[in-house]
Structures are given as C-alpha cells and as structure tokens.
C-alpha cells in the first residue's frame, strides 16, 4: 500500500476531516504513485488557522534572536537531508537532480538569510521636532498569513515565504501546490523538527478552490503571499481587494533575452539553451522569447537549433538527463495547444513540437524542446504564457526595436541581454521593464540576497528574497516617546510663545 501524508495542524500530523485522500504520480513515470496525500477542505482550514491565531499570541512575543536559532536548524537539517529532499522533489515533479539539488539548496540559503534578519529587522531613529522627545520607528508582526504556492520549485517558493514570515514573528497555513505535496511535507517536517512550536506553521493540503479560497477568505487571515498564474493572481487580488487584506501576488513571466549583433554568440546559445529548457521552461523565469538582431540571426538559430534538438530528454533521477517532462498531462496538452497556434498564427516550427514518447518516455508527459522562428510579437506564442519548453525567436533590426519589442508585453518578470557594448548593456538595464535584468546571462539564476518579482501584470508590486522581502512581512509602527515631563503639542506653530 501507498504511503500516506497527512496535514499539519497545530503541532499535529492529522487526516483531513473528510477523510479523503488524493495522488501524486510521478510525471516521468505515471505507473509510480509517489504517495497519498490528505485532501483538505474548509473545515481544514478552519482547524488550521484557529491553531495559527492561537500560536500567533505567544509566536509573537519571542524574541526575534531566538526565532533565528529556529531557523538555523532549519536550514542545517535541510544541508543534511538535501540528497533526500531533491530526489523526492524530482519524483514528484520531475525537473533534473541538479535542479533540485539547486531548489533546495535555495531554501537553505534563505533559512540562513532570513535568520541574518532575526539580529537585524531594521527600523529608522530619526530626529523629532520638539525638545525632550525621540521618534524610531519598528516592524511589527501582521499576524497569520496565508501561503500559497505553485509546483514548479515546490521548496524554494515555500523557503521565501514562511522563512520570513516566522523570522517576522507571523504564524502560517501553508497551502501547496496538489502537484507537489511531498516537498511540501518534507519542509514542513525539518520545521517540527526544528523546534517550531505548535501552531505557528500549519499545512493543508487540498485543492485550490477549496483549501486554498477557504483560507484567504478566512477573517483571521491577516496576510495573503501567493506565488502562482496571473490569472489565479488576479482572482486573489481581487479577493485581498475587498476584505482589505495584505497580499502579496509573484505571477507569470514571458521573459525576453536580447542578443545583440555584437554578443558572444556561444555564449547567448548557453544562455537560451539554459533559459529556454532548464525546468522543462516551467520556470517563471524561463527565456520564452529571444529577441535577435537581424545580423545575428542565422548564426545564432543554426546553433541554438543545434544544441536544443541534442538535448537528452528523460527520468531527472537519470545523471545523464537534461530535460525532464512536463509536470502533468494538462501541461503537456497546454504545450500542445500553443504548438498548434503556433503553427495556425504561420510562424515556422525548426525542431520539436512534437511529444517524446519513445520507449520508456511513453510512460511520462515528455515533450520535445521546441523552437518557433518568424514569429511576430503580436502571436500568440509571442505573447501568452506557455510554461513548457518552448521557445520563440524573434528578428529586430535595432538595439530601439529589441527592447521596444520586450517591453511589448503584458508581463515584466525577468529579462536579458547579450551585448560587448558596455553603453547598449547599461541603456537595457535603464530600459527594459522588468523587475530583474542579466547583463551576458540568461534569464534565470536569482539570489537569495536580491529582490526577487516583476513589474507590470507579474504581480502587485512587492518582491520577495533580499531584506525588501520584510516590508510584505511586517507593519510598519511609529513611535514617539516624551520625556519633556509636559504636554508638548506638534505641528502647533509656537513662533512667538515664550518659553518653547
Ligand atoms: P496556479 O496559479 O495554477 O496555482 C498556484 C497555487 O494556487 C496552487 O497551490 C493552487 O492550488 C492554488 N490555487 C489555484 N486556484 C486557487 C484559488 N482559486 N484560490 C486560491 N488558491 C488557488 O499556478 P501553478 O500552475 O501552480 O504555477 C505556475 C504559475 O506560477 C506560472 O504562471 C508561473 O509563472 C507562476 N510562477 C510565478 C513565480 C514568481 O515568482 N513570479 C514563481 C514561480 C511560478
């Protein structure tokens, strides 16, 4: 029999009140059940966030310092298991070992960042108007957030969000993505083991009209952080909007590389080979549109086209494979459907677009890594997100048409251009919008220790990583003190009043 998952509630490893389970299947290998995981509702939920509002209240009170030995462990126990963690991560959503070797080791960074910030949290002591008086201000816990995130890095997006949350002195309920949620156990059980006291992190899983509409529409909820599609983004904001909640939205990309006449051609190939198709192209970063100048345009297609159709596809666990699958059939027929209007809007397929099912692919969602040549910026495929291993190469006749045609977008995650010319590098930082530019790199790669989100329909503004991560995880609280010994009144014009 399957292994069972159950939820987190309170300090507890629980069934769902339904009773009810749900799988997980391994997308290279659909015959292997990864396990059976709890499937929550609203009554869950309901548990969960009861326990978070209960926990909040002592959570909240400990020391910040000691808050980061929590994380501290955390982030040694995730150096411990990180073998373990990836190889769970690659069976259940299928991207390669060293990319989830790389997942996890994202978490461990931001454990011990989000730890640097328990001895840190800085507010501002300022000068005050008036004699006998002093102003700071300090960052307070919201109190219990909602987290809500996708599958495509089932540990990193948690780490950016719950470790910084707790280091803040909030309590979660954490709702992951139904595609992964072993990793999601996994992190949520280094946690428990950490030391995180009952209460502060719980875990529901479940669906997302479910688990995860229950919990943001709960009147204890005081925070929303989502990582997922702008369309289920925008449905959430909307939600935020009108119960006045916090929320923070990291949604969808449609990520340009720029190569310019003048580029290091090899190395703008390494970029969108790495960019195009690492994670499959189901990274929120992934390079979907290459944007080359005309003069670059036939040497840089013969040796993309070159490395992208020898990449060997197949099980990530495999040391010899490059690309995994698509994480589940849906993605896949999503893939589908953009190669065929691809190929209805008349851009010119040059390699893929086609599944990979040849012995024992047939037994996951493999797809051919997948390059459109003539394509327009007004297509469709130019325009949507695909999130899969596709990729569309567009001509420019100018360094101006390039950026204009990045910019031509609804979405303004991440970005990226190949350029020797020191001036055209530095104009496209000042110029492309986008919350994240490589100069001569591809369009992935963040650090922990950088803002991490996007401009325009990518989210609502906020960022996650670096310390401006804090400003979704706390409220800002000014504080006076007087010890004049009297009533001193501000903004009161005093010229003239003897005594003042
Ligand atoms: P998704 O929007 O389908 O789901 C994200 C999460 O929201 C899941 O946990 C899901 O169960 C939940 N959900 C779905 N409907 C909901 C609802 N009505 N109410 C509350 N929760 C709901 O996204 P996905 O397919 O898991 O992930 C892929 C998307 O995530 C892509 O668009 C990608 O660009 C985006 N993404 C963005 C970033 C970023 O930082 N900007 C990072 C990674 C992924």
């Not at 400990?62 to 030995?69: D, F, G, I, L, S």
Request: charged fraction near 25%; proline fraction near 5%; hydrophobic fraction near 40%.
């Amino acid at each position: 029999m399957s292994e069972r998952f159950r939820l987190f509630i309170d300090g507890q490893w629980v069934e769902s009140v339904s009773g009810e389970w749900f799988e997980n299947r391994n997308p290279a290998d659909r015959g292997d059940l990864v396990g059976l995981f709890a499937k929550g509702d609203a009554r869950d939920v309901e548990l969960a966030v009861v326990a978070a509002k209960r926990a909040y209240e002592s959570w909240r009170l400990v020391p910040a310092p000691k808050r980061a030995e929590i994380l501290q462990r955390a982030g040694r126990l995730l150096e411990e298991r990180k073998e373990a963690l990836a190889r769970d991560m690659t069976c259940e959503m299928g991207k390669i070992l060293d990319e989830t070797r790389g997942d996890v080791q994202e978490a461990i960074d931001t454990a011990f960042y989000a730890a640097g910030e328990g001895r840190r949290l800085f507010g501002d002591t300022v000068p005050v108007e008036l004699p006998d008086k002093m102003g700071f201000s300090i960052r307070c816990p919201v109190g219990v957030f909602a987290v809500v995130t996708p599958w495509n890095f089932p540990m990193a997006i948690p780490s950016w969000k719950i470790f910084p949350a707790l280091i803040c002195g909030n309590t979660v309920v954490f709702k992951p993505a139904s595609d992964t949620p072993l990793s999601a156990v996994n992190f949520v059980r280094v946690l428990e083991e950490a030391g995180v006291p009952p209460g502060v992190v719980n875990l529901v899983t479940g669906g997302g009209g479910t688990v995860g509409t229950a919990l943001l529409e709960h009147p204890h909820v005081r925070g929303i952080s989502f990582t997922g599609s702008t369309e289920v983004g925008r449905a959430i904001g909307e939600t935020a909007g009108r119960l006045l909640k916090r929320c923070s939205l990291e949604l969808g990309g449609k990520n340009p590389q720029i190569v310019l006449e003048d580029a290091d051609l090899d190395l703008a190939v390494d970029g969108a080979v790495w960019g195009g198709f690492g994670t499959t192209g189901q990274r929120c970063t992934a390079t979907s549109r290459i944007i080359v100048h005309e003069r670059a345009l036939s040497a840089f297609t013969e040796r993309f086209l070159e490395r992208a159709s020898k990449l060997r596809i197949g099980n990530g666990l495999d040391p010899a494979t490059e690309m995994g699958p698509c994480v589940t059939e849906g993605q896949r027929d999503t893939v589908e459907h953009y190669v065929k209007i691809g190929l209805d809007e008349g851009a010119t397929l040059l390699t893929g677009g086609e599944r990979a099912i040849e012995g024992d692919l047939a037994k996951g969602w493999f797809y051919r890594p997948t390059i459109f040549t003539n394509v327009r910026p007004d297509m469709r495929i130019a325009r949507e997100e695909i999130f899969g291993p596709v990729v569309s190469i567009l001509r420019a006749r100018s360094y101006e048409e390039a950026i204009a045609i990045a910019n031509d977008s609804s979405y303004g995650l991440s970005s990226s251009i190949y350029t020797r010319d020191i001036s055209r590098a530095c104009r496209a930082i000042r110029d492309l919008e986008a919350g994240i530019t490589y100069v001569n790199g591809p369009t992935i790669g963040a650090e922990v220790q950088l803002p991490f989100g996007g401009v325009k329909e990518t989210g609502n503004g906020h960022r996650e990583a670096s310390h401006t991560v804090l400003d979704v995880f706390t409220e800002w609280k000014s504080v006076y003190i007087d010890f004049s010994g009297r009533l001193q009144r501000a903004q009161i014009d005093t010229h003239g009043v003897s005594g003042e």
